[in-house]
Structure formats: C-alpha cells, structure tokens
C-alpha cells in the first residue's frame, strides 16, 4: 500500500460544479495535512492546510479530515476553468526517533472543469 | 522578490557529465528540500535540510550530492547524469519540519533536467 493515495484522474466537472478531490493515507499517526494546486508548466503552491477532523472552509475551498478513516478530501465549489490543475494531497508523518517529521505527496489529482 | 529561487531553469546536458543546481531562500526558514518530479507528475522527496544539518536521504543514488553552505542555500550536484535523471527538480524551503502550519512548503520554480 503506498502512503498516500489519490485517484490521477482526470476529473472533469463542469463549470460552476462541484469537484470533490480525495486522499488516503496509511500512517495512522499523522498529524498535518496540505492541499497544493499545480498548474501544467509550475510549480506546487499551497491552497488549504488542515489539522483536525472536520471541515475547514476557505472561500470556494473545503478540506474535510477523518483521521478514523484515514482520509482527507478538498472540495471546490463553484468550480471555474481557472481551476483545472494537479492537486497534491500531502502528508506529514512524524518519523520514528527523531524530532522531525516527513512530508509524502501523493500522486496529485488532474482536475479539468470544463466551461 | 522571489521567496525561493532556483538556478538554472532549463538544463540540458549529455549523458554521463556533471551539473549542479543551485537553490536560495530568502524567507528565513530553517528546513530545504529537494523534490524530483517525474513525467507521470509523482513529487518524491529526495533530501532534506534543517540548518544545514541533513536529516532526510531517501533512496537516492549517491551520484546525487546535496550541499547546504548556510541555511539559506541548498545546492544539488550530480555526477555522471543518466537518462533517468531527466525530471523536474523543485527545491522548497519550510519554516520547520516537526509542527503543523510551520511544515507548509513553498516551491522554488523548478529547474527542468534533460538528458540526452
């Protein structure tokens, strides 16, 4: 099982939809959790960091974390062409007798929202 | 001003020479890192910096060297450049690595590898 786990997509919604990304993890000990969009051509930026279960809102933008399930999701109302890009699902797990933790990356989501 | 700058951009080398790249952060963060990212897009990390003391080597072949003069700068030189070698390289610097929104990464550019 790889440690963290996204589906590639592509995932093509339609403009003003919603597109629900989602994201597994195996270490049941992790404790943050990110969201980076890549667009083709650029480099990886962050878009939501969550912490704790629940939701977390911010503007057009919701993560959701079960950390029973294991699982993390983003969701993007209103979904505008300008959304089409790789999202990353990261996470960091602390790693044994050392104070530092790593950050794994997922394979990244390829969303298309189609006008 | 860039946070987090790397040179060159493009890179395009024979098999078998040496190069390096070059990676500046200038938002006083503690920890650097050094992504590869394939052509499917897998982002995998490959070695990780905090003050200048490296605390992350993944399975990397050793003709890959990363050197840290001051925590500000990560360089990557790598010897005898293979086929497989070709990717993205992404440098990336984060405030610290053992809590929460301090993990945050922030990417530089990228320098895209071709080897021919």
């Known amino acids: 099982q790889k440690e963290v786990e996204q589906n590639s997509g592509p995932l093509s919604v339609p403009e003003g939809a919603i597109a629900s990304l989602n994201c597994t993890y195996s270490?049941?000990?992790?404790?943050?959790f990110f969201w980076y969009r890549q667009y083709s051509g650029k480099s990886p930026e962050l878009i939501m960091s969550?912490?704790?279960?629940g939701d977390k809102e911010d503007g057009r933008f919701t993560a959701q974390l079960n950390k029973a399930s294991q699982y993390v999701s983003l969701l993007i109302r209103d979904s505008q062409p300008s959304d089409s890009a790789t999202y990353l699902c990261?996470?960091?797990?602390?790693?044994?007798?050392?104070?530092?933790?790593?950050?794994?990356f997922g394979p990244g989501t390829s969303l298309s929202v189609i006008p | 001003d860039t946070a987090v700058s790397q040179t060159p951009k493009y890179l395009v080398t024979q098999m078998g020479n040496d190069k390096s790249i070059k990676c500046e952060q200038n938002?006083?963060?503690?920890?650097m890192y050094w992504y590869k990212q394939d052509s499917k897009k897998f982002l995998k990390i490959m070695f990780s910096?905090?003050?200048?003391?490296?605390?992350i080597n993944e399975t990397v072949p050793n003709r890959f060297s990363p050197k840290s003069p001051d925590k500000a700068h990560l360089n990557l030189h790598i010897n005898s450049l293979e086929l497989g070698d070709s990717a993205v390289y992404f440098c990336?610097?984060?405030?610290?690595?053992?809590?929460?929104?301090?993990?945050?990464?922030?990417f530089g550019p990228g320098t895209r590898l071709l080897v021919l």
């Open positions: 990336a610097s984060s405030q610290d690595l053992d809590s929460g929104e301090q993990e945050t990464q922030y």
């Open positions: 270490d049941r000990g992790s404790q943050s």
């Open positions: 969550i912490y704790s279960n």
């Open positions: 990261a996470v960091v797990r602390d790693m044994a007798k050392t104070s530092y933790d790593k950050v794994i």
């Open positions: 938002l006083g963060h503690d920890t």
């Open positions: 910096y905090n003050n200048k003391e490296l605390i």
